[in-house]
């Protein structure tokens, strides 16, 4: 059996309402998602400071936390009553109790999954919260075996993502064990899911989890692309065929060609709607753009690329555009 523990501390002329909210609302929006309820504790009133208040919810294991995870994010009303909360509490903790579910052994064979998920975040959050965030997703491709060339990047273009995180998964199945893994729900989620008492990211800024399959297997240790030290990242919304995207994507190299351009990638925007197992797409609004493309640079862009690929793709008959760049960092030792 697994725990989710929430600590935190809500001020004492707030303990009524929020605990109205927690039972009324929240458990169950829980219990439909799959969770059972541990209980509500409430720590002791009137000694002039704020009062603790603890939620236990309880599963199976990581696996079955991660099909309630999946129900939870696609229900609103988890958002709702999460933003709820979050309004009247303080601070607080996150912590799993139990024991990790046995291996994985899902084994399937795919396409390798090129994967980036980027954050927007909270007015108000420190330096160090938003460090400790980068660090939890860097440290990922030493805990998680299957999370591949884990690195992380600050976005310097005008776009509202502040932190780029971008990895690879040799298949949808390496994706699977990836998304059951307890550092996946105790340290990664502990800092972006929309209820917990230690988010730092916003949930609806930036520009979101995105990705795409690569054929065959393209990413392969000391590949010049992988190790370049600066990546460009631009997301779009066009119809077009593989040979039209392929020939755009040679003019999207040669306008980044001033930041020497150390090889390129893309593909259609799959993982958008397909987070959950990588294969399946979830019900929703479709994704706000169906390509990735990016490039591994050796220098760091000037401040008019940007302009230069959003008239490229505009001339392609794109809808929309986004455009990220970054510095990639990269943890001391790891492969590039």
């Known amino acids: 059996m697994l725990s989710r523990v929430d600590t935190v501390e809500v001020d004492e002329d707030d303990v009524a309402e929020y605990l109205r909210i927690l039972q ?18 409430q720590g002791v009133k009137d000694l002039g400071t704020p009062v603790t208040v603890q939620c236990v919810w309880t599963c199976e294991g990581f696996v079955a936390w991660n099909q309630i995870r999946r129900n939870l994010v696609l229900d609103p009303d988890w958002y709702a009553c999460a933003e709820k909360l979050n309004r009247i509490r303080g601070s607080g903790l996150r912590r799993f109790y139990g024991a990790a579910d046995p291996p994985q052994r899902d084994t399937g064979a795919g396409p390798a999954i090129r994967r980036f998920e980027t954050y927007a975040f909270l007015p108000g959050a420190t330096a160090d919260q938003r460090r400790q965030l980068a660090d939890v997703l860097l440290e990922s491709g030493q805990r998680i075996p299957e999370v591949n060339h884990s690195a992380v990047g600050w976005n310097r273009s005008e776009a509202s993502s502040e932190l780029v995180w971008e990895h690879f998964f040799d298949s949808p199945a390496a994706y699977r064990r990836y998304m059951v893994h307890p550092y996946h729900a105790e340290l990664i989620d502990r800092y972006v899911l929309a209820d917990s008492p230690e988010r730092v990211v916003e949930t609806a ?79 929703g609004l479709p994704p706000r753009w169906n390509h990735v493309w990016e490039a591994g640079l050796g220098a760091a862009p000037s401040d008019d690329l940007g302009e230069t690929i959003a008239a490229l793709l505009l001339e392609a008959g794109a809808r929309t555009t986004r455009t990220l760049h970054y510095e990639v960092v990269r943890r001391p030792g790891a492969r590039a």
């Open 24 to 41: 009324v609302e929240m458990v169950p929006i829980m219990e439909a998602a799959g969770a059972g309820s541990g209980g509500i504790l």
């Open 205 to 283: 800024k930036g520009a979101g989890l995105f990705g795409y399959r690569c054929s065959g297997h393209p990413f392969l240790d000391g590949d010049p692309f992988l190790a370049a030290p600066a990546r460009i990242v631009v997301l779009f919304d066009l119809d077009a065929d593989v040979a039209d995207i392929d020939e755009l994507s040679q003019r999207l190299a040669e306008a980044c060609s001033p930041a020497d351009t150390r090889g390129t990638g893309w593909g259609p925007n799959s993982m958008a709607s397909a987070w959950y197992d990588a294969e399946t797409t979830l019900p």
